[in-house]
């Protein structure tokens, strides 16, 4: 037969043990959705081939590194990506782009690009939620 106290330890070792298996910011990966993806962009000023230059900054806002980030980009193939050109591509010509070569996206970090051309709207579309931090 149990005894309360018994009964009370039990429910402790049990919580206990949980807390261990659990890895801490599990829950926050649930706060991770597709608007912790800000993305920002502004005309620079400069004009390169009669076409406008734009920067565009993409912030991880989430408590979780992000990795795999797709975004939307439609009409992509009317714009020059000026520096590192691999650093957005688009997949296929299906108006979705890898961003940063799948690589991770520490939290709170800002990432940014250059292109020339007519504004385009891009949004988050994809990403896969990696390590969190509380």
Not at 8 to 14: D, E, S, T
Not at 54 to 59: A, C, E, K, P, S
Request: aromatic share 10%; proline share 4%.
């Amino acid at each position: 037969m149990w005894t309360i106290a018994g009964t009370i330890v039990r429910a402790l070792c049990f919580i206990l043990s949980i807390s261990v298996i659990i890895p801490k910011g599990l829950g926050d990966a649930a706060s991770c959705t597709p608007d912790k993806v800000q993305i920002t962009q502004s005309q620079t000023g400069t004009i390169i081939s009669s076409r406008i230059e734009w920067v565009v900054d993409v912030t991880n806002t989430c408590t979780c590194n992000l990795s795999n980030v797709q975004l939307l980009c439609p009409n992509f193939e009317s714009i020059k990506v000026g520096g590192d050109p691999t650093i957005i591509t688009e997949i296929g010509n299906t108006g979705v782009c890898e961003f940063y070569k799948g690589r991770e996206l520490i939290k709170s970090d800002t990432y940014r690009f250059y292109y020339i051309g007519d504004g385009i709207n891009f949004a988050p579309f994809s990403f896969t939620i990696g390590r969190c931090y509380g």
